[in-house]
């Protein structure tokens, strides 16, 4: 089948598309997004790949799934369209901005920092509308965790943020010899006041990046 995402990911997860697992999983979408609404917009579902190539990732964060309410999720994790009410996990990573750099950012729309090379990739790409997690254990982690760990040995001298449990469970993915990782609680409301509020992975990205000879990132 002809699968539409952006052309060196494509050649690097090749593979993936003649595995059995893709051919259940797409038939699952489908159906899903012919049955009812779900998210994001179909042709949104591989944005983060489309807008960060394989070969200008220089930042990776990782989300679980994508926004369930109608207009927010966006292909991106934790971004939504500017002019939409940003999610609390948002609002919080924005305040960590602030403190950490003392820059003020308000385009809810991560566009920007894809277009760098932040590469804002869910775990699941798609969910039900309404219904959280609905999507997940139906393949897309296979293919997803086929992406960072096509990254992280073809790549080197990326960061890689994880930010909660889940997302740190993926480390095992990672070379730590070749990339730089960096952890913390999620910044959601339940979780920000444990340790993600203070924990500078914007500074610390940059000062990376920068004794890398990469260009920093322009969080704000």
Known sequence: MTVRIE???????????????????????????????????????????????????????LGQDPYHTPGAAMGFCFSVPDGNRPQPSLQNIFQEIGTDLGVARSSTDLSDWAQQG????????TVRAHQAGSHAKRGWEN???????????ERENLV????????????????????????????????????????KPFSRANGYLAAKGKTPIAWA
Not at 118 to 125: Q, T
Not at 186 to 197: D, E, I, M
């Open 118 to 125: 932040v590469f804002l990739l869910n775990a699941v790409l």
């Open 7 to 61: 052309a060196s990911w494509k050649e690097q997860l090749q593979e993936e598309f003649s595995k059995p697992y893709w051919e259940s999983l797409t038939s699952f979408v489908r159906a899903e997004y012919a049955a009812g609404q779900c998210c994001p917009a179909g042709k949104n579902i591989f944005r983060a790949f489309d807008l960060t190539p394989f070969d200008e990732v220089k930042v990776v964060i």
């Open 160 to 199: 890689f943020i994880l930010w909660g449990s889940y997302a740190i469970a993926k480390r095992a993915l990672i070379d730590a010899r070749k990339h730089h990782i960096i952890t913390s609680p999620h910044p959601s409301p339940l979780s920000a006041h444990r340790g993600f509020f203070g924990s």
């Open 143 to 153: 293919f997803t965790d086929s992406a960072i760990s096509r990254l992280s040995s």
